[in-house]
């Protein structure tokens, strides 16, 4: 598969996965709803804004890690790194991403990306 199919198949992908959040949070519209982190929309959004982030790394087995501590709040990469069961700056990155969508409120992911 060509370097640009790829491209267009990891954006079609978060485009999706936004959209299905959207949806989810559209569906509630009368209370605010809680995302956990066994929800299966948010774990696939979650693994497709990943694949993005690693998509053109030269060296993926590093992750994004160095990437990630220049705009990530010292407390934050303390904890990561406090972190017993995660050994790699690869499990550092993906567990950042999805730290930020469960600490933050997701309805306000949504709405950025609705704009």
Known sequence: MD???VKDRILENISSSVKK???YFAACEDETPAIRNHDRVLQ??????DHAL???LQDISSGYWVLVLHFTR???VRQVDELQHIATNLGRSKNTIFTAFLRTHPHSWS???AT
């Open 54 to 56: 690693l998509y053109g």
């Open 111 to 113: 709405v950025l990306w």
């Open 21 to 23: 959040l959207q949806s």
């Open 44 to 49: 696939r959004l979650c693994e497709h804004l």
């Open 3 to 5: 370097q640009l199919k």
């Open 74 to 76: 010292r407390e934050v």
